[in-house]
């Protein structure tokens, strides 16, 4: 975190900056046009942006203000001050039910102002708006009760005693619980919860995170979590098993804890707050989080035994302490309730001129973090302990909003539409950037390019990896050509596909461009703090993307899309743990698909041109149901099937096209 000084200085700033905010977002906004901002022309010793970094100058102020300042000190300053903010302690992580989030996005939208962009876009304000709702008829827990024997049942408040994380189909459930431990299932290991128990039909009980004991012959790697403490892998693992619900609860370390292991206040047992859509085919198992007091005593009441020392056995022998839990039953409903929520995605734009006005050159990065940790926190303990995402992405905004000032302060108007965008929603599942292609501001057909900033505060080397450098013909030489003015190193990666919202765009055809600069310890933990940010890197980085949005604004052939594409990981958790287990285990077979849950089966949503899936003849659209006559219910059942199949093996697949049944032979 950050030093008290800083904290302090911060909230100086902060003070400040609010009241510019407030002004600025409701003083008139100017469009950018060639009669209006772009009329004026640049005194002659006044200096422009080019494509290599400015050693002075200013360019002119096309609102008549304070010119802006392009030195390298300059350009750094306004990054670092950014970065600092949209990271402070004050906006709460950006989590998506903060306050800070719309603070940030309030920031965002005023500077956008302030650069003189067009932010009349959407009633007259730069905010896209969008609800969060699940397409099918589905619900939360609404009302939970457990008993005990002949006991009067135990009815929990929602919200007070426990939270609904996984959206499932309105039903009702009355069935016995079992403890299972963290619900972890590691067969190469030798270590399985479930090990002895049946649970088809049963609540399952489930510790957060996994066991911290160290051991050469376990995955299981001290504080440095693995794929088996992941919400959405205990999720399917349940599943998979066959429980009918998940009782979830916060292990010790997750805990203030008193010398008993009991949390003796909300606050040092905070509740999940997360509406999970996981997509991985287990949207019929509800999930709740119920604080652990609650659930040291029924497990003391059925057991008479102690849910820490059964934690600490399991730390100590590295062994399973699972058991029924005899005479205790819980009683839910699930009831569609939930209203959604309304997140914002930033937009300005600066309009082109001439024959290409009536095309666009996207520019994004998402500003949304994941608030005070909560379900998609790697930190171990981290109990509502403010996440700041500086690199993750308050580095990415940062640089948006600099790229946008310098390509804004220009004298000379571009010739397609610069369209400038900060995310919302994309922690969650790039909710942002897939409302954003379901209506764009110009329709996709003419978008010709997304630039995204991901990650981009952590430069080392002067090497930036750049993903969807095989999405347009033109990419790899321009990239090099721009790299090479600034310093950089550029790793090509010729997907166009992966976890974050260049994956919106290039889903429906356009050339995207995602630059990022690599994982570190601290990602997705509290730690990630803005003083860890390169800041002459974001500097750099800021400039290779103008000299890019320069060189695809006013170039008069758009880029050329191309098909060849590297094989696509099946969702965000799947990547995360390709990245997290690299050399841990031998990687599977990949089958080049993109799946969603759908009636009865699996759904292909993107498709790897250039995979196994495609060569063997599957489309977007077709609905795989069963594999080697094995029912596919899941995108975990696919995964399984691939880690059982070896090179040189063939499967057959059953789908449905069109609601005809088809089969066809896949060798890997």
């Known amino acids: 975190m950050m030093a008290d000084r800083q904290r302090r200085s911060i909230r100086l700033l902060t003070n400040v900056r609010q009241v510019v905010i407030a002004a600025l977002l409701f003083a008139p906004v100017l469009a950018a046009n060639a009669s209006g901002l772009f009329a004026q022309s640049a005194p002659a010793s006044i200096q422009t942006v080019t494509s290599k970094a400015p050693t002075a100058g200013k360019l002119a102020d096309k609102r008549g203000l304070v010119p802006l300042e392009v030195t390298p000190n300059a350009i750094e300053s306004r990054l670092r001050q950014d970065a600092a903010y949209l990271a402070s302690d004050e906006l709460e992580g950006r989590g998506v039910r903060t306050r800070g989030l719309d603070l940030a996005a309030d920031f965002i939208a005023a500077e956008f102002t302030r650069a003189g962009l067009n932010t009349s876009l959407y009633g007259g304000k730069p905010f896209h708006e969008f609800r969060l709702y699940s397409a099918n008829p589905t619900g939360t827990v609404q009302s939970l009760s457990l008993q005990h024997g002949d006991a009067a049942p135990e009815s929990l408040s929602l919200g ?27 067969a190469k290991s030798g270590y399985d919860d479930y090990a002895g128990m049946n649970v088809k039909g049963k609540v399952v009980i489930l510790l957060r995170n996994e066991p911290q004991g160290k051991s050469a012959d376990l995955v299981f790697n001290g504080d440095q979590l693995t794929d088996h ?63 652990r007091a609650l659930v040291e005593r029924w497990i003391q009441i059925s057991t008479g035994k102690s849910l820490r020392e059964m934690e600490l056995s399991i730390e100590q022998s590295v062994k399973p302490q699972s058991l029924p ?28 001129i001439g024959p290409l006005a009536n095309e666009a050159l996207v520019v994004g990065a998402h500003y949304d973090h994941l608030g005070r940790g909560g379900w998609g926190s790697l930190a171990i303990g981290a109990a509502e302990e403010v996440h700041n995402g500086a690199d993750d992405n308050a580095s990415g905004t940062a640089v ?31 909710y942002g950037s897939k409302r954003y292609v379901e209506d764009p501001l110009v329709p996709l057909d003419k978008t010709v390019a997304m630039l995204n900033l991901d990650m981009v505060g952590r430069l080392r080397n002067n090497q930036l990896t750049a993903y969807g450098t095989g999405t347009a013909a033109e990419w790899p030489a321009w990239l090099e050509e721009s790299a090479g003015l600034q310093q950089l190193k550029i790793v090509s990666k010729p997907s166009g596909f992966g976890p974050s919202d260049h994956a919106s765009f290039h889903e429906h055809g356009v050339p995207v461009l995602h630059f990022f600069t690599g994982f570190h310890p601290e990602y997705h933990r509290p730690g990630d703090d803005a003083e860890k940010l390169n800041i002459p890197g974001m500097r750099q980085i800021t400039q290779l993307v103008i000299d890019l949005v320069t060189r695809i604004a006013t170039t008069s052939a758009r880029p050329r899309p191309t098909t060849a594409e590297q094989t696509l990981r099946f969702s965000l958790a799947d990547s995360l743990e390709g990245v997290l287990q690299e050399g841990i285990a031998e990687r599977p077979l990949r089958l080049g698909v993109a799946l969603e849950s759908s009636d009865g089966g699996l759904k292909i949503q ?32 696919v995964q399984q099937a691939l880690a059982r199949t070896k090179a040189g093996e063939a499967a057959v697949l059953s789908f449905e096209r069109g609601g005809i049944g088809r089969d066809i032979e896949i060798r890997f």
């Open 160 to 186: 007070e005693d426990y939270t609904s994380l996984m959206v499932s189909p309105t039903a009702s459930i009355h069935a016995p619980v079992i403890f299972a431990g963290y619900g972890i299932t590691a």
């Open 229 to 291: 403490a992941y919400l959405l892998t205990k999720i399917a693992n349940a599943h998979n098993h066959g429980a009918v619900a998940i009782l979830l609860c916060t292990d010790t370390r997750g805990l203030k804890v008193g010398d008993d292991g009991v949390a003796t206040s909300a606050h040092a047992d905070p509740l999940l707050n997360v509406e999970l859509t996981s997509g991985i085919g287990t949207e019929s198992l509800p999930v709740v989080h119920c604080r």
């Open 325 to 352: 839990l005899p005479g205790l039953v819980m009683s839910a409903k699930v009831a569609m309730t939930r209203p959604g929520k309304t997140l914002r995605n930033v937009v300005a734009s600066l309009d082109g």
């Open 606 to 637: 993107q498709l790897d041109r250039a995979g196994i899936a495609a060569d063997a003849g599957l489309r977007i659209g077709d609905v795989l149901k069963t594999w080697n006559q094995t029912p596919l219910k899941s995108i975990r059942d």
């Open 400 to 430: 948006l909003l600099e790229a946008a000032r310098l390509l804004a302060a220009r004298v000379n108007t571009p010739r397609r539409r610069l369209i400038f965008i900060a995310f919302s929603g994309e922690e969650l599942g790039l």
